[in-house]
């Protein structure tokens, strides 16, 4: 019989594993997250919980008929994969090749989606190598001269972000009125149309001045940051100064909620202070995993805005010319690594649609086909979560927006399933 190699756990881990064992499968799937998100500081006893769920999975197999899958969410794998890369744990194998390898050998595959498996190793891999690399303690030092430069920019920075939202209300009720009014023969009328245009006219050229003072300073921002990536200071400073140039992109369009949360106020002057309680020692939470959680959230949404952000780049690119397939490939690129953004999971699947439209070769039509609707479900699936990061609370908003998406949605995915289609 095929197995895996055997593991010793963690203390930790067989206090998880006490819990799992008289669980079905599916439940044991919900249990192991619960516990993640409730103590994210286990996150090896969650690795040991994740060995013993693949170690029954394959014992069930090698057992009878049973072809269950491990389904877990992509944020619990991608975190137990990095803690994987992060800290070797490759259970009793040599390497992580050598435990995938095993992993990968049983037939109907172990995992639910074994097609993104590699995508999501690759992604796991890069993301504890960067931490890794964040974490060393030959961070280089920034010069005075660099860090005011950095401090003037973003205090010029707040105030062309403060006028950029000053002038947005009335440069869009303005332009309401120019379109309410459009051919008017009143002359009351004319005298508002004649004011709208004014102050459309006004506020237009405000939004594009200052909108440029935020974005001629990305290019700057970026290289500090490239440079300094071990910086916590510049971490926190790049990740608001990417939200501030979205939010200021926005002229008529709503500003993502998330997106906006995260520009708005002011530029971090220093680092946080970083002193467990009393309480959360006795939890394991350490100074160093403080500062350790701390840096990974910033990594992540700074993961985050750089996606929309080329999302963006990328739409200004379909207009100027690009070919429409370059774009969807960039777009598989964005998704896989932030499938939570569900508008660009959208996006692309109404692209894909789109050109699943074009193609005469049947098995690219089918491909093609398949890879929409597969993107289609992954935006259903992620609707809550990405409702969750926008901060919709109350059940009647989340209800109206969940209705407008699976609107959407269906509209792109049932052309797609019709017979004949």
Known sequence: METLKNYEPSDKGRELIAVLFPLSHENREKNILAYWKRYPQEINAVLDGFHYMLQELIEARNSGNNEETLNLSDELLFAIFKQMYEEKIFFAYDSDSGFMDAVNSFQPAIFAKPEELDLFLKNASEAAQRSLNSNSESSEEISDSVLKKVTDLCTAVEGAYEEVLRVVPSMRRSKKVI????????????????????????????????????????????????????????????????????ASRESFQPIERYVLRLANGNFVQKEPDFESSDEQLQQ??????????????????????????????????????????????????????????????????????????KIRDPQKRKYTKEQALRYCNLAMGKIDDYLSLQGYKKVRERDVQRAGFLKTISAIRLPLIRKGK
């Open 284 to 357: 394991g939470i350490t100074n160093k995993w403080l500062r350790k959680e701390y840096r990974s959230r910033i990594l992540k949404t700074i993961s985050r805005l750089e996606c929309r952000y080329h999302k963006r780049k990328l739409m200004v690119r379909l207009k100027e010319g690009t070919q429409k397939l370059d774009i969807i490939k960039e777009l598989i690129k964005t998704v896989a690594t932030d499938p939570e953004d569900i508008k660009t999971v959208i996006l692309l699947a109404r692209m894909l649609a789109e050109h699943f439209k």
């Open 179 to 246: 379109e309410e009014l459009k051919g008017t023969a009143d002359q009351l009328d004319l005298i508002d149309l004649n004011l709208a245009k004014e102050t459309y006219t006004e506020s237009i050229q405000t939004f594009k001045k200052q909108a440029k003072v935020i974005s001629d300073g990305l290019g700057f921002i970026s290289e500090v940051h490239q440079k300094h990536k071990n910086h916590l200071l510049i971490l926190a400073i790049y990740s608001k100064y990417l939200a501030k140039v979205l």
